[in-house]
């Protein structure tokens, strides 16, 4: 069946570090790869999409990597700050469909 | 622009009730869809449009509802609550034909449903 799995604990890292955040899908030929960015009681917000023929995407401090042969892409946040805390979720896209299908989201903790 | 707009933020229902959930979009986004999201569950999707006039299943349909006959409009009805549609639901919007490669989704703030 298919299956996007991000770790469901939480990430705790200093301010001033990198946060890397996985996402790992089975039994999936995305075409596109999406990060949202969720706080507390508020719904998604989208950060940065990539193409599956794009290794690599940046957007300020964010970056994104999407390794299809893995079935895997990475969220970078360089330079961490406390407003980085949030909940990240992973959404994947087939062809022309405009359907997301969503990871379970991954817990960023930034502490000064 | 408003952009996604969902109304109630809160409702507590007993079982057995109906109810609609509204959602309104002001971007003319022809794909509008509804969440819900549970703890450990993530967002899972409940039905979906392409268009005014055409929907289709998503993959937790069953209780619930839906119609399109605006651009603008895509209510959620729950036809009989029941306790295990306790959750937050969420209304997204985004293009059905992604203009410069625009596929984002824009999500409204969610409706935190209690069915006791």
């Known amino acids: 069946s298919q299956k996007i799995e991000q770790n469901s604990e939480a990430l705790n890292i200093q301010e001033g570090k990198t946060a890397t955040l996985t996402c790992n899908y089975t039994?999936?030929?995305?075409?596109?790869l999406q990060w949202y960015r969720q706080d507390p009681g508020r719904g998604p917000v989208f950060l940065l999409l990539?193409?599956?023929?794009?290794k690599e995407k940046r957007k300020e401090r964010l970056k994104v990597t999407f390794d299809t042969t893995l079935k895997q892409s990475l969220f970078h946040i360089t330079a961490s700050q406390p407003a980085d805390s949030a909940t990240y979720l992973c959404?994947?896209?087939?062809?022309?469909?405009?359907?997301?299908?969503f990871g379970t989201g991954t817990r960023l903790q930034v502490t000064l | 622009n408003a952009g996604v707009t969902q109304t109630p933020k809160f409702q507590v229902l007993k079982t057995g009730q109906s109810m609609t959930l509204q959602c309104a979009q002001d971007?003319?986004?022809?794909?509008m869809s509804w969440y819900r999201q549970d703890p450990g569950m993530g967002l899972r999707l409940i039905h979906y449009?392409?268009?005014?006039?055409?929907?289709d299943q998503g993959e937790v349909p069953n209780g619930y509802n839906v119609s399109r006959s605006t651009t603008e409009d895509f209510p959620l009805r729950l036809l009989s609550a029941a306790p295990s549609q306790t959750s937050v639901y969420f209304c997204?919007?985004?293009?059905?034909?992604?203009?410069?490669?625009?596929?984002?989704?824009?999500f409204g703030p969610g409706t935190r449903l209690t069915v006791l």
């Open positions: 039994n999936y030929s995305p075409a596109y």
């Open positions: 959404a994947l896209q087939t062809g022309t469909a405009s359907k997301l299908t």
């Open positions: 997204a919007s985004s293009y059905s034909i992604p203009v410069a490669d625009t596929r984002a989704q824009f």
């Open positions: 971007m003319n986004h022809e794909y």
């Open positions: 990539i193409r599956e023929n794009e």
């Open positions: 449009s392409v268009g005014a006039g055409i929907t």
